[in-house]
């Protein structure tokens, strides 16, 4: 197939000349090094009502008609504006807000690069994605040291827990905020994607222990899997307030524990590196794990963790 270019003015006055002389569609494209048809086309969009072709006014009609064919922009439209400033603010990415919206206002297309594009040409008026999208625009690598000898690896895990059928298979971790400023013990279900988490004053293995308690309250903890990391060398003391067993990944493996790792990083959105967690107000911690327990996950459906843990419930 021959890749298509529109007329220039020295082949529309070339056009013209060979109209003229009465020759073919099939013998001007040959010459022109373009489809008959294409030939065709641009003389019967052209021409006058007389049917003579002048291609100072092809020229011009071509122009005209470019610039009409330029797409409404999707987010013209004032109802989509308004969705897309509301899940903004409340910190959805673009992905998870286009696909809600497809299930709120199905035959309505809303793709997640036009909000992307949109945000980037600065048209949503007080958002960016430096201050509104998880990464920032930037990608963060995460090392953590593995130095605990298990017991149990994650190969020791029970099948059921690897193909997340159960509620209470967690994934745990801790993110750092700077030297003698704590931590956050995070823990994720595996099923349905529910963070808990609580602040801990430090990496000590006695503290974290007794963080992973409070975070989890009177949650039912079938199994509960870990990095090798300093911070967990107190895994009996763990098992034992949960009532669980742990499972070690294998050393420098994060992506065994991808639903930790990925809520990690949203986590990291409200709380960057450097952040001083003995700070942090109790209340806006809680409603961080808030924002996150809404958030619509394309692993749930898009429905969030809350609405995924109601349906299960019902």
């Known amino acids: 197939m021959q890749s298509y270019q529109h007329f220039t003015l020295s082949e529309r006055e070339s056009l013209a000349q060979m109209l003229r002389e009465e020759k073919s569609f099939s013998e001007i494209g040959k010459i022109l090094g373009k489809?008959?048809?294409?030939?065709?086309?641009?003389?019967?969009?052209?021409?006058?009502?007389?049917?003579?072709?002048?291609?100072?006014?092809?020229?011009?009609?071509?122009?005209?008609?470019?610039?009409?064919?330029v797409r409404r922009p999707r987010l013209a439209d004032e109802t989509a504006y308004a969705f897309v400033t509301e899940s903004l603010e409340r910190l959805w990415s673009p992905e998870a807000i286009?696909?809600?919206?497809?299930?709120?206002?199905?035959?309505?297309?809303?793709?997640?690069?036009?909000?992307?594009?949109?945000?980037?040409?600065?048209?949503?008026?007080?958002?960016?994605?430096?201050t509104h999208l998880r990464r920032r625009g930037k990608r963060k690598n995460k090392h953590n040291?593995?130095?605990?000898?298990?017991?149990?690896?994650?190969?020791?895990?029970?099948?059921i827990a690897a193909l997340r059928q159960r509620l209470g298979d967690m994934e745990g971790?801790?993110?750092?905020g700077a030297i003698g400023k704590g931590c956050a013990v995070t823990v994720v279900d595996r099923k349905?994607?529910?963070?808990?988490?609580?602040?801990?004053?430090?990496?000590?293995?006695?503290?974290?222990?007794?963080?992973?308690?409070?975070?989890?309250g009177s949650q039912s903890v079938e199994t509960l899997t870990l990095d090798r990391g300093a911070e967990f060398a107190a895994f009996k003391k763990i098992e034992q307030s949960l009532g669980t067993t742990t499972f070690f990944c294998d050393p420098h493996s994060p992506w065994q524990r991808p639903t930790n790792e990925n809520t990690n990083g949203i986590l990291r959105f409200f709380f960057p590196k450097g952040t001083d967690f003995n700070a942090v107000d109790h209340d806006y911690?809680?409603?961080?794990?808030?924002?996150?327990?809404?958030?619509?996950?394309?692993?749930?459906g898009w429905l969030s963790p809350v609405e995924f843990l109601n349906s299960c419930c019902t």
């Not at 641009?42 to 470019?66: C, L, M, S």
């Not at 696909?99 to 007080?126: D, F, N, V």
């Not at 040291?145 to 099948?159: K, V």
């Open 35 to 69: 489809h008959r048809s294409s030939c065709w086309r641009e003389w019967n969009r052209n021409k006058n009502r007389d049917g003579e072709y002048f291609p100072w006014g092809a020229t011009v009609k071509h122009i005209i008609r470019r610039k009409k064919s």
């Open 98 to 130: 286009s696909e809600r919206w497809r299930m709120e206002h199905p035959g309505i297309p809303l793709c997640h690069s036009t909000i992307y594009r949109a945000l980037k040409r600065k048209q949503i008026k007080g958002f960016s994605a430096k």
């Open 145 to 159: 040291s593995q130095t605990i000898q298990p017991e149990h690896t994650i190969h020791d895990r029970p099948e």
């Open 173 to 176: 971790d801790t993110v750092y």
């Open 192 to 216: 349905s994607r529910m963070l808990f988490a609580a602040i801990s004053p430090s990496r000590d293995s006695g503290l974290i222990a007794e963080a992973f308690a409070k975070a989890l």
């Open 285 to 300: 911690f809680q409603r961080v794990l808030s924002l996150i327990n809404n958030r619509p996950r394309k692993c749930l």
